[in-house]
């Protein structure tokens, strides 16, 4: 028997290389990864770093349904990011692609290798401002307000 669909996002990010065709490549691995479906991608929007240095960021969200169970679809994410030449030298190091898993349906997991719904979206206006744009329902405008003196721009198209 398949597990039942849930619906979960993805916080985007790249600042090396190409950023802008690394996120639109991860949804395109997204929606070509056996178990999730794309359900809708957000714009994507140029941030500045938030606790890390480098270039300014190419930042989106993305909706996904998947029949994967949360630890099992984190294994996914990052078997995105290595093909798309992430390395970890160090904490908030500059990244070719980032994938954080910000919500698994309305689950709450704190285990040593996966907390959902992400411990710090509600500090990273590069996270809110893209999922109030797909969910706005589940985005209160407090948190919105709180990360308001953040730089972010979205991108036309």
């Known amino acids: 028997m398949q597990r039942p669909e849930v619906t979960a996002h993805v916080a985007l990010g790249a600042n090396l290389g190409d950023p802008v065709s690394a996120v639109r490549g991860a949804f395109d691995r997204l929606a070509?990864?056996?178990g999730l479906r794309l359900l809708r991608a957000s714009s994507l929007y140029r941030t500045a770093p938030v606790q890390a240095r480098g270039p300014d960021f190419i930042?989106?969200?993305?909706?996904i349904a998947t029949v994967l169970s949360a630890p099992v679809l984190l294994l996914a994410l990052q078997a995105i990011e290595r093909d798309a030449g992430r390395e970890r030298p160090y904490r908030n190091a500059p990244r070719t692609l980032d994938l954080d898993l910000v919500w698994y349906g309305e689950a709450r997991i704190d285990s040593p290798t996966l907390t959902v719904?992400?411990?710090?979206m509600r500090e990273r206006a590069f996270v809110l401002v893209p999922l109030a744009e797909l969910v706005p329902a589940r985005v209160p405008t407090g948190w919105l307000a709180a990360v308001a003196d953040q730089r972010i721009e979205r991108l036309p198209g």
């Open 59 to 63: 930042n989106a969200v993305a909706e």
């Open 117 to 120: 719904p992400h411990p710090r």
């Open 32 to 34: 070509s990864t056996p």
